[in-house]
């Protein structure tokens, strides 16, 4: 049971930009957790793609960039590239669980 | 560099006890922070965490599944184990095992296993 809602798909043309929100509540986001990025492209474990909200790790392109505010943090990918075809996660802490929370998850579709 | 590798049972049955294994080097489970995580994704759905191990031997377990998780850590042999009771075929999914890094509020999975697809049916 996913906490964290976000859009099931999102597509986008070569080149265009696209954005994957992530909706979460006063538990989790709203809370001040910090809101990380996961990329899973088919058939591979989950990488990360951008954590504490807005930074990437080493070797991630800087076309992907992350945002939060209030309750809800946002996912955007820019110069969309056909690599960039797969699923994309969002994931925070609850203080209402006590534990992690991820989001339901957004496939990126290249036209 | 950080690696892990998930081990145990690709097949299951139903009732049955599942025993996995985390094997992971590059770092070590004695360091103050530092954590191991336990994340399964059925086939087609979303992420799911399932437990935490602190250095400290400290335990976190997921509300929903928490009677059901046993989440332990050799140090010796750089592991963590995560038992499953009562496995039914709605568990069938790929679990993964993820080193947690002590990054902001909250932590981060910055380094994945491969994962280890798990199948529960008689």
């Known amino acids: 049971q996913s906490v964290l809602t976000q859009p099931p798909s999102v597509s986008g043309a070569p080149g265009q930009r696209v954005t994957i929100s992530c909706t979460g509540s006063?538990?989790?986001?709203?809370?001040?957790?910090?809101v990380h990025w996961y990329q899973q492209l088919p058939g591979t474990a989950p990488k990360l793609l951008i954590y504490?909200?807005?930074n990437r790790p080493s070797g991630v392109p800087d076309r992907f960039s992350g945002s939060k505010s209030g309750t809800s943090a946002s996912l955007a990918i820019t110069g969309l590239q056909a690599e960039d075809e797969a699923d994309y996660y969002c994931?925070?802490?609850?203080?209402?669980?006590?534990?992690?929370?991820f989001g339901t998850g957004t496939k990126v579709t290249v036209l | 560099q950080i690696t892990l590798k998930e081990s145990g049972p690709t097949l299951v049955k139903p009732t049955q006890t599942l025993t996995l294994t985390c094997t992971f080097s590059?770092?070590?489970?004695?360091?103050?922070?530092?954590?191991v995580g336990w994340i399964r994704q059925p086939p087609g759905k979303a992420l799911e965490w399932l437990a935490l191990?602190?250095?400290?031997?400290?335990?976190r377990y997921s509300p929903s599944l928490k009677s059901r998780l046993t989440i332990t850590k050799d140090t010796s042999k750089s592991q963590v184990v995560l038992t499953m009771t009562n496995m039914d075929p709605v568990d069938t999914a790929t679990y993964y095992c993820?080193?947690?890094?002590?990054w902001g509020s909250g932590g981060v999975f910055d380094y994945w296993g491969q994962g280890t697809l798990v199948t529960v049916s008689s």
């Open positions: 994931q925070s802490y609850d203080s209402s669980l006590s534990g992690y929370v």
């Open positions: 006063s538990s989790n986001i709203g809370a001040g957790y910090d």
């Open positions: 504490g909200n807005t």
């Open positions: 590059g770092f070590s489970l004695t360091t103050s922070g530092v954590a």
């Open positions: 191990i602190y250095w400290d031997d400290d335990k």
């Open positions: 993820a080193h947690r890094s002590n």
